[in-house]
């Protein structure tokens, strides 16, 4: 008997479209003669739709012209699964097997959805409630895998309610711990949302007024000349592989939302050619941080690499990486020999095993 696979996409985030064309790969790829699949977007506003419209009007987000029937995700566990409202006035459900969130950002990728999905018993593709909020703060990541000595760049954070205000004492401690360039990030937001490349002294309050935008805590950073490694993860609380190693070579000076979706202006190069011990040094590192935020499923975790001294650092991991036609995560993964259809398959089979009473007895 087939499994139904309910994909969620759209949400709440400045990463509604790419979560868009994330989901049309993903049904793209998922055996349907395993699984019937059941789609949930979610608009701009928050707005639940069972939609049953043609597939292909997800991914250009074109399916909002016409959502289908407004639901909810029960978080009653007796319901295991959608409820749905009907136009009579009367309400049906629509039982689920398995979610598969391919949401990114905010409300999806930062444990808040993952904790509707924990109240509703239902299995669910991807990392946990905390590991899922751990990962998404950027300040947060970076004192965990300080904590777990895997090394991180060099920079501290600010309260945009408080340091932020005293313009005047942040530049002066960029000044004496960093001197610039620096990189100004928010500390929770997907896809370099909010991310500039500061150069002088006189552009950093638009850029903390950028970030402020998006989160309330900021992340400095020291700016380096630097070569972007990604590594994708895979497994469970017991065992997880790492995929080769890719690279993004990119034209420009900031690897941000417009030049990662908008315009082509990066090259993706898979393996990346850097040395063997590099590369299993990067995969080590990558699954030591997997398990150091208790990851579970997937996850694609991001390196620096300094052109001066070869140093490896880690950036940061993202816990529902993209499933676009330009996303590292299936790439890595369909050069080491596991297709897009497999791939899936795996993701969805391991949501099962996240309890841990199998492994007590």
């Keep these: 008997m087939k499994k139904t696979v309910c994909i969620i996409f759209g949400g709440r985030s400045s990463e509604h479209e790419v979560s868009c064309m994330s989901a049309a790969n993903i049904i793209s790829y998922i055996d349907k003669e395993q699984y019937h699949i059941v789609t949930v977007g979610i608009s701009k506003e928050g707005h639940w739709f069972l939609y049953d419209g043609d597939w292909d009007r997800i991914r250009d987000a074109s399916w909002i012209q016409h959502p289908g029937k407004a639901c909810i995700l029960s978080p009653d566990p007796k319901y295991h699964g959608l409820l749905v409202f009907n136009k009579n006035g009367d309400m049906s459900v629509t039982h689920v097997d398995v979610i598969f969130p391919a949401l990114h950002g905010k409300n999806g990728e930062d444990g808040t959805i993952q904790g509707l999905f924990e109240l509703s018993d239902i299995p669910y593709v991807g990392c946990g409630v905390l590991s899922s909020s751990a990962c998404m703060d950027k300040v947060t990541t970076k004192k965990l895998l300080s904590e777990a000595q895997i090394p991180v760049t060099d920079g501290f954070d600010i309260d945009c309610y408080q340091e932020a205000r005293d313009l005047a004492a942040v530049q002066e401690k960029i000044q004496r711990e960093l001197g610039y360039p620096v990189v100004i990030k928010p500390s929770n937001a997907g896809s370099s949302v909010g991310i500039t490349l500061v150069k002088e002294e006189k552009d950093l309050a638009a850029a903390l007024k950028l970030a402020a935008e998006n989160d309330r805590r900021i992340l400095i950073e020291r700016g380096m000349d630097i070569r972007e ?106 050069k080491c020999g596991v297709a897009n259809k497999e791939l899936i398959t795996q993701l969805i089979e391991l949501s099962s095993k996240r309890s841990g009473s199998e492994a007590i007895g």
């Design 229 to 334: 490694l990604e590594c994708a993860v895979l497994g469970d609380y017991r065992k997880a592989q790492a995929a080769c190693v890719g690279e993004i070579v990119k034209k420009t000076e900031m690897y941000d939302y417009d030049t990662k979706y908008v315009t082509d202006t990066t090259e993706l190069v898979i393996p990346a050619q850097i040395s063997k011990e590099q590369a299993e040094q990067i995969r080590a590192m990558a699954i030591k941080a997997f398990q150091t935020l208790d990851c579970f499923g997937l996850a694609r975790v991001d390196f620096f690499m300094d052109k001066k001294t070869g140093q490896i650092l880690l950036n940061e991991i993202n816990t529902l990486p993209g499933f676009t036609n330009i996303s590292m995560y299936p790439m890595l993964w369909e």
